[in-house]
């Protein structure tokens, strides 16, 4: 069983240039979650998806970040004109249909690593 | 509005002593989950403990164990005999009653000297 898993890695861009981040949920999970984590800071939620639908949307998702997930499967996370700001580690994590035995539980992908130059 | 505080920002302890991490929460929910991660250099989030709010028994897993008090809304976390391999950052969190957001807490950065 696969877990989340999230592509690029790590990504290093220059500021103004737009970015895009890709997320494989663990299969038949029908929920998805995108976090953002700064240094020394805890994961700050940014937006949920039930299926392709985006449920939930944070304040902190900008006029400037979008989220997709057209088919319900994997999602992605885009960026434009990038600053500095932006730099962070972007967490994707998924969770199970309801009457799972760990809908409740959120499971993390290892993490796209931005840095806006 | 949730809030998860963490109020320990950095703990150093010496190799097996016992070592015990702060949670306190805040919600309007009275359905909600609480949660332990941990998360080595790597940076992958691992989960450690998922408590439900009516569930209010402590729990214990070999070294770990949580002490779970709904009245002063706190979530600690124990681990006993501290190892080299504990050292890592660890996020307590609170999902809400929807199930759709958890709210993490800023984290304590445990270091484990040999």
């Known amino acids: 069983d696969t877990g989340v898993s999230q592509d690029p890695r790590h990504k290093i861009t220059k500021r103004g240039q737009n970015v895009t981040f890709r997320c494989d949920p663990i299969?038949?999970?029908?929920?998805l979650y995108w976090y953002r984590q700064t240094l020394g800071q805890g994961p700050e939620f940014l937006t949920y998806?039930?299926?392709?639908?985006?449920?939930?949307k944070s304040r902190l998702l900008s006029d400037r970040f979008s989220a997709e997930r057209p088919k319900g499967s994997f999602s992605t996370l885009e960026i434009q004109r990038t600053e500095q700001g932006d730099s962070a580690m972007y967490l994707c994590?998924?969770?199970?249909?309801?009457?799972?035995?760990?809908?409740?539980?959120?499971?993390f992908g290892p993490g796209t690593r931005l840095t806006v130059l | 509005a949730q809030k998860v505080t963490q109020a320990q920002t950095e703990i150093s302890v010496v190799e097996k002593e016992d070592v015990t991490l702060d949670c306190v929460y805040e919600?309007?929910?009275?359905?909600?989950?609480l949660f332990w991660y941990k998360q080595p250099p790597s940076g992958e989030l691992v989960f450690l403990i998922r408590?439900?709010?009516?569930?209010?028994q402590n729990e214990i897993s070999g070294r770990y164990s949580w002490n779970f008090q709904k009245s002063t809304s706190s979530f600690n976390f124990t681990i006993t005999a501290s190892q080299v391999v504990d050292s890592a950052v660890y996020f307590c969190?609170?999902?809400?009653?929807?199930?759709?957001?958890?709210?993490f807490g800023g984290g304590t950065r445990l270091m484990v000297k040999p």
């Open positions: 994590a998924s969770s199970p249909p309801m009457g799972a035995a760990s809908y409740n539980e959120q499971f």
């Open positions: 299969s038949e999970h029908n929920r």
């Open positions: 998806f039930q299926n392709e639908a985006q449920l939930e």
């Open positions: 919600t309007r929910d009275t359905t909600y989950y």
């Open positions: 408590r439900n709010s009516f569930d209010e």
């Open positions: 969190a609170l999902l809400n009653n929807a199930g759709n957001m958890l709210t």
